[in-house]
T-cell receptor, first 114, second 111 residues
Framework: DGGITQSPKYLFRKEGQNVTLSCEQNLNHDAMYWYRQDPGQGLRLIYYSQIVNDFQKGDIAEGYSVSREKKESFPLTVTSAQKNPTAFYLC?????????????FGPGTRLLVL | KQEVTQIPAALSVPEGENLVLNCSFTDSAIYNLQWFRQDPGKGLTSLLLIQSSQREQTSGRLNASLDKSSGRSTLYIAASQPGDSATYLCAVEGGANNLFFGTGTRLTVIP
């Protein structure tokens, strides 16, 4: 069954703590993305990766970090520097052919601050 | 910077009605425009993708149009059903595979 999985579904962060959100895809896609969704706002791009071992900052990268050591995996770390981390985080992937195909989204992780 | 606007923010219609959702964008230099559906607390599902050289795309009861010069797109849903109730998001692809999203239209179809 091909698709994108994200875990956990809910994540709680304590003050000053780093947390890591998992994103895995078995679609053999080259490109992967992380978005943040806040109520009343559109999705905003945090980081994206077009190929293994390479990634670029999106519009709101401050306070976040990523790695892309494997084609299937693109974990996102929310660091203590991110002062307002409460949001719904969505991971996506695509084949990376610009303009020609859509992005496929995972089910999301909701991050809450204790 | 690209800005995407969706009107209305929310819409309620009785079952069976045809309806139109609107999307506008400020920069016409786009690679494509996409419409997604999002159910509460879930990820996004792609509905239609219109490449910049195309004018419209159709899938079942859905039809999306694109007027790049005026920066507008519409999503037409025919014979609406309660199962169509969801938030519909419009997104345009700019450079570097970036998608710029609107804030969505929350649709409720009343049985």
């Amino acid at each position: 069954d091909g698709g994108i999985t994200q875990s956990p579904k809910y994540l709680f962060r304590k003050e000053g703590q780093n947390v890591t959100l998992s994103c895995e895809q078995n679609l053999n896609h080259d490109a992967m993305y992380w978005y943040r969704q806040d109520p009343g706002q559109g999705l905003r791009l945090i980081y994206y990766s077009q190929i293994v071992n390479d990634f670029q900052k999106g519009d709101i990268a401050e306070g976040y970090s990523v790695s892309r050591e494997k084609k299937e995996s693109f974990p996102l770390t929310v660091t203590s520097a991110q002062k307002n981390p409460t949001a719904f985080y969505l991971c996506a992937s695509s084949e990376g052919r610009r303009g020609e195909e859509t992005q496929y989204f995972g089910p999301g992780t909701r991050l809450l601050v204790l | 910077k690209q800005e995407v606007t969706q009107i209305p923010a929310a819409l309620s219609v009785p079952e069976g009605e045809n309806l139109v959702l609107n999307c506008s964008f400020t920069d016409s230099a786009i690679y494509n425009l996409q419409w997604f559906r999002q159910d509460p607390g879930k990820g996004l599902t792609s509905l239609l993708l219109i490449q910049s050289s195309q004018r419209e795309q159709t899938s079942g009861r859905l039809n999306a149009s694109l007027d790049k010069s005026s920066g507008r797109s519409t999503l037409y849903i025919a014979a609406s059903q309660p199962g169509d109730s969801a938030t519909y998001l419009c997104a345009v692809e700019g450079g570097a595979n970036n998608l710029f999203f609107g804030t969505g239209t929350r649709l409720t179809v009343i049985p």
